[in-house]
């Protein structure tokens, strides 16, 4: 580790401009602006039997609508259920508040429970997946026909991969403090989408570090596969998987838009504009290939349109440029007019062995990682790093741990060029230690510090990461995935019985139930118009 530190150094100008800004940050005014970042998490879990298979009851009615509850709804399937936390001003808050949503719904679970993996249970065809449905309302129709069309487009298996996303925004305060260090004069809601659409280019650079160190789906049922040929190695009789692998959740057996190079469509992050663009492209650009699926086919909706994209939301990508909606707005619309107000990191496999699905170190070097990547010098993607990126994600998704693995890494005149995997890690983690200083001395902390000290040492023995230590734990008790994902299941189950939500929390929910029901019922006694007028309407908004 001393040559590293030592390479580290002598001066490389992106680590210089890294240490120059460090500096600028450092004052109290800036560290209390620091600490008042926001987190939120959005965690996926499917609802199985308790023998495994997928549900296929409809959303409890003592959960709330789907449609209008802020916390917990649905993403592609009726049983798989989306927690969605509030923004919260600390991990301890993000982590209570996730708890508190699930042993919510645990205490309305009947003879279910929720899967605790990433990758599904025993898959029974694609008729065994239920579509989400959110009711009578248009807006009900388009957020299951958009869904209907996925399940066309990709098949419905792929869509039941669960993940956890981790949205994270800075203070308005922070970002006024920012901009007079570095000299800004432009529109401050400019300068923040600038840096953002930086730091998000960053986080793709080095986003395959994520999958590497908290990827948890070496593994898949066989079923998943439904009998298609894989290259994948076999487990058991029962289980497919990679002897490195870390996640193929973000593999090639994971949710691609897989018609995005045959189309020419790729989202740019150059800049907001350019993002924005790129996605305004694909949702107007017809695709031949779902052309001959149809759009509505005797009375029914089968997708939305036949474009690349049917909305913004289909295009897969680990990070994407957030702003929150108002009323029925596009995505596009949104960052268009008010910029970006958040980012959302999507490349997170749900943590198999916490019972939240994800764990307060894995927060905390998150929240290292966002800063980094804000501060590090961030030029614009040119096609051999875009393609060096994705590379680099399948190769760690799939050999991740395999010793001496090497990636590809541009070099100042943007030239990729080899680098182990080890000693990418290495230096990354490195440069984030002073981050996480910062960090620490912002909200009197040591944690930050210590969640980057700990991931080193993941890096150093592959063994201790997620995905080596479910196959290892699969080994010794000689099972394949299914039975222990169930196991594990089970056991987070167990938590929850035993952990107590107090009753003025049971009452907020509850009470949060009823409102989203209602509201839902107003939405659909307000619709007066029809679906087909619906959809032209949204779809013609400039």
């Known amino acids: 580790?001393?040559?590293?530190?030592?390479?580290?150094?002598?001066?490389?100008?992106?680590?210089?401009?890294?240490?120059?800004?460090?500096?600028?940050?450092?004052?109290?005014?800036?560290?209390?602006?620091?600490?008042?970042?926001?987190?939120?998490?959005?965690?996926?879990?499917?609802?199985?039997?308790?023998?495994?298979?997928?549900?296929?009851?409809?959303?409890?009615?003592?959960?709330?609508?789907?449609?209008?509850?802020?916390?917990?709804?649905?993403?592609?399937s009726e049983a798989l259920t989306e927690l969605v936390t509030p923004p919260c001003f600390s991990v301890t808050q993000v982590?209570?508040?996730?708890?508190?949503?699930?042993?919510?719904?645990?205490?309305?679970l009947d003879k279910e429970i929720l899967w605790a993996t990433s990758m599904p249970c025993v898959v029974a065809g694609e008729t065994s997946i239920p579509l989400a449905q959110y009711g009578s309302s248009n807006a009900a129709q388009?957020?299951?026909?958009?869904?209907?069309?996925?399940?066309?487009?990709?098949?419905?298996?792929?869509?039941?991969?669960?993940?956890?996303?981790?949205?994270?925004?800075?203070?308005?305060?922070?970002?006024?403090?920012?901009?007079?260090?570095?000299?800004?004069?432009?529109n401050l809601q400019d300068f923040m989408s600038e840096q953002y659409m930086g730091m998000i280019r960053n986080l793709l650079r080095f986003g395959w570090i994520v999958p590497y160190l908290f990827g948890a789906s070496p593994?898949?049922?066989?079923?998943?596969?439904?009998?298609?040929r894989t290259l994948l190695q076999e487990f058991n009789e029962t289980t497919y998987y990679e002897p490195y692998a870390t996640s193929l959740r973000l593999g090639d057996i994971g949710y691609q838009n897989n018609q995005e190079d045959t189309a020419g469509i790729k989202a740019c992050y150059d800049t907001l504009d350019a993002y924005v663009e790129s996605m305004l492209c694909a949702i107007n650009t017809p695709y031949s290939g779902y052309e001959e699926i149809g759009v509505k086919v005797e009375g029914k909706y089968l997708q939305l349109n036949a474009n690349i994209l049917q909305i913004e939301n289909e295009y897969y990508s680990t990070v994407r440029p957030k702003q929150v909606l108002q009323g029925n707005e596009k995505p596009s619309t949104a960052l268009k007019k008010r910029g970006v107000q958040y980012v959302e990191l999507r490349s997170l496999d749900v943590n198999v062995f916490d019972p939240h699905g994800i764990n307060s170190e894995q927060l905390y070097f998150l929240e290292v990682f966002m800063l980094f990547c804000l501060l590090q010098e961030s030029p614009v993607l040119n096609q051999t790093e875009i393609n060096a990126i994705d590379e680099n994600l399948v190769l760690v998704a799939h050999k991740g741990r395999q010793p001496g693995l090497d990636l590809q890494r541009s070099n100042l005149k943007g030239v990729a060029e080899k680098i182990s995997l080890q000693d990418w890690a290495c230096e990354l983690c490195n440069k984030m230690k002073p981050v996480a200083n910062i960090l620490d001395r912002a909200n009197y902390s040591e944690n930050y510090f210590s969640s980057v000290k700990s991931q080193i040492g993941s890096v150093f023995d592959p063994e201790l990461t997620p995905s080596a230590r479910m196959l290892a734990d699969m080994r010794e008790n000689d099972l394949g995935f299914f039975h222990f994902a169930q196991r594990m299941s089970r056991h987070h189950y167990q938590y929850y019985k035993t952990h107590q939500l107090a009753e003025e929390k049971i009452q907020v929910f509850e009470t949060a139930a009823r409102d989203s029901l209602i509201k839902q019922q107003q939405i659909e006694a307000d619709d007066d118009i029809s679906f087909d007028k619906y959809l032209q309407n949204y779809f013609n908004k400039a």
């Open 142 to 186: 388009m957020k299951t026909a958009y869904r209907r069309g996925l399940g066309l487009r990709y098949g419905r298996a792929m869509q039941v991969i669960a993940g956890v996303h981790f949205n994270y925004s800075f203070s308005l305060a922070f970002w006024q403090q920012y901009q007079k260090l570095l000299n800004n004069s432009e």
């Open 95 to 108: 982590i209570q508040s996730l708890d508190d949503i699930q042993n919510f719904i645990y205490r309305n």
């Open 1 to 76: 580790m001393s040559t590293i530190i030592n390479q580290l150094n002598i001066g490389h100008p992106l680590y210089q401009l890294l240490q120059q800004r460090l500096k600028l940050l450092n004052t109290t005014a800036v560290e209390e602006a620091l600490a008042a970042s926001q987190i939120g998490l959005e965690k996926e879990s499917l609802r199985v039997s308790t023998e495994g298979g997928i549900s296929q009851a409809p959303h409890p009615a003592a959960w709330g609508s789907a449609l209008t509850h802020p916390q917990i709804t649905t993403d592609f």
């Open 219 to 228: 593994a898949v049922c066989k079923s998943f596969l439904n009998g298609k």
